[in-house]
């Protein structure tokens, strides 16, 4: 019998195993399952590296898991640590975790603060967060500001966390790609010592693993499992083309001097139709994401002769799985960013009249402008 029609659980967190979406709870390579089972210890990749490098590996989870997750939680005495996405704030959002946590407090997270300009002052990005934060429900008792990636803020992370827990466990939420698994190999590393086991458990009620961190003989930190965003562009993409849209270095603005009836295209991705110029946009982006000008009755017929060659990503290739593109419609009061989420944003003066493209499920939306 072929070993994949088999029901095998992980001993470390109870997932039945699966070999087919790495993505997904339970996931092992074939290699690793058939070594498992000559040997009687099955794990999953995530336990396996969990036990023998105490390395998080990313799991993804459907909103119906998660929500029964959040529900576990509220029904505790903890900390909630809340990790975000600054460069891509509003499709890191978790709907509703006001409603989710009950009384337990909630501290703000940012991460990828590296990817920011240097001229960016963290307490006004502190504040701007606070205050994104207000719009969508959420009181957080503190912000704190880190790069998971380069080890950036982390002890000064943990020592916050340390004086707002008081001696309960921690819950580490966020949706998937916000760096949320980085973040917490690199507090594990600071934080673990010899005589302190990672373990791993199911949340009552649900095949979600949880995984513990312990801070003392009483209390942990409980990484959770990232929740999926339909919505981001990550999803619209195939992994070749992610490196288009994921920073991995400071991004640099770019000007651009609009005139009336100019299309900015970023790639085939999106588009920004500026019907009435009221001075020079700025754009936001990853570096080696292609920003291409045009003229307003020319931008159709130039997306369908050049999408996929010189407006790349997606490549030619993945073009054809890509949703269309759909428009929204804005006017500006004041100096405004409009977003496209999980790609970047354009800063625009206030009286503009703007139309602004993006696939299909993807959100485009404003906000007043954070630089």
Same mark, same amino acid.
């Given at each position: 019998?072929?070993?994949?029609?088999?029901?095998?659980?992980?001993?470390?967190?109870?997932?039945?195993?699966?070999?087919?979406?790495?993505?997904?709870?339970?996931?092992?390579?074939?290699?690793?399952?058939?070594?498992?089972?000559?040997?009687?210890?099955?794990?999953?990749?995530?336990?396996? !590296?969990? &036990?023998?490098?105490?390395?998080?590996?990313? =799991?993804?989870? #459907?909103?119906?898991?998660?929500?029964? /997750?959040?529900? %576990?939680?509220?029904?505790?005495?903890?900390?909630?640590?809340?990790?975000?996405?600054?460069?891509?704030?509003?499709?890191?959002?978790?709907?509703?975790?006001?409603?989710?946590?009950?009384?337990?407090?909630?501290?703000?997270?940012?991460?990828?603060?590296?990817?920011?300009?240097?001229?960016?002052?963290?307490?006004?990005?502190?504040?701007?967060?606070?205050?994104?934060?207000?719009?969508?429900?959420?009181?957080?008792?503190?912000?704190?500001?880190?790069?998971?990636?380069?080890?950036?803020?982390?002890?000064?992370?943990?020592?916050?966390?340390? !004086?707002? &827990?008081?001696?309960?466990?921690?819950?580490? =939420?966020?949706? #998937?790609?916000?760096?949320?698994?980085? /973040?917490?190999? %690199?507090?594990?590393?600071?934080?673990?010592?010899?005589?302190?086991?990672?373990?791993?458990?199911?949340?009552?009620?649900?095949?979600?693993?949880?995984?513990?961190?312990?801070?003392?003989?009483?209390?942990?930190?409980?990484?959770?499992?990232?929740?999926?965003?339909?919505?981001?562009?990550?999803?619209?993409?195939?992994?070749?083309?992610?490196?288009?849209?994921?920073?991995?270095?400071?991004?640099?603005?770019?000007?651009?001097?609009?005139?009336?009836?100019?299309?900015?295209?970023?790639?085939?991705?999106?588009?920004?139709?500026?019907?009435?110029?009221?001075?020079?946009?700025?754009?936001?982006?990853?570096?080696?994401?292609?920003?291409?000008?045009?003229?307003?009755?020319?931008?159709?017929?130039?997306?369908?002769?050049?999408?996929?060659?010189?407006?790349?990503?997606?490549?030619?290739?993945?073009?054809?799985?890509?949703?269309?593109?759909?428009?929204?419609?804005?006017?500006?009061?004041?100096?405004?960013?409009?977003?496209?989420?999980?790609?970047?944003?354009?800063?625009?003066?206030?009286?503009?009249?703007?139309?602004?493209?993006?696939?299909?499920?993807?959100?485009?939306?404003?906000?007043?402008?954070?630089?």
């Amino acid at each position: 019998m072929d070993n994949t029609d088999m029901d095998l659980i992980c001993i470390g967190c109870g997932s039945h195993l699966q070999t087919t979406d790495k993505d997904k709870a339970g996931y092992t390579p074939k290699s690793a399952l058939d070594k498992g089972i000559e040997s009687g210890e099955l794990y999953c990749q995530r336990c396996f !590296r969990l &036990r023998h490098y105490n390395e998080i590996v990313p =799991v993804e989870l #459907t909103d119906d898991d998660f929500r029964r /997750l959040l529900s %576990q939680i509220q029904d505790t005495d903890a900390l909630i640590v809340y990790v975000i996405d600054l460069f891509d704030f509003n499709g890191s959002l978790i709907p509703g975790l006001h409603r989710f946590v009950g009384d337990n407090p909630v501290m703000i997270v940012g991460n990828k603060e590296d990817i920011f300009p240097k001229s960016i002052k963290r307490s006004k990005m502190k504040e701007w967060v606070k205050q994104q934060a207000h719009a969508n429900g959420l009181r957080p008792i503190d912000v704190q500001l880190t790069s998971a990636k380069n080890n950036h803020q982390v002890e000064e992370l943990l020592h916050q966390i340390e !004086r707002y &827990r008081k001696g309960r466990d921690v819950y580490v =939420v966020g949706v #998937t790609n916000v760096g949320k698994s980085t /973040l917490i190999n %690199q507090m594990i590393k600071m934080q673990n010592g010899v005589d302190n086991v990672i373990t791993t458990s199911r949340f009552p009620g649900t095949t979600l693993d949880r995984i513990e961190i312990p801070f003392d003989e009483h209390s942990n930190l409980i990484d959770t499992p990232g929740i999926i965003h339909n919505d981001q562009m990550a999803h619209v993409l195939a992994a070749q083309d992610l490196k288009y849209i994921a920073p991995q270095k400071t991004i640099k603005p770019k000007v651009f001097q609009l005139n009336d009836n100019q299309t900015l295209f970023m790639g085939a991705l999106a588009r920004f139709d500026y019907t009435n110029s009221v001075g020079p946009v700025t754009t936001y982006f990853e570096n080696n994401l292609n920003i291409h000008r045009t003229k307003l009755s020319n931008a159709d017929d130039f997306y369908d002769r050049h999408a996929g060659e010189l407006l790349v990503p997606p490549t030619a290739e993945n073009f054809k799985d890509l949703p269309e593109l759909v428009s929204h419609s804005f006017r500006t009061e004041r100096k405004t960013d409009v977003v496209f989420e999980g790609l970047g944003w354009i800063t625009v003066h206030g009286g503009a009249s703007i139309t602004a493209w993006a696939p299909k499920g993807i959100s485009v939306i404003t906000r007043p402008a954070l630089i």
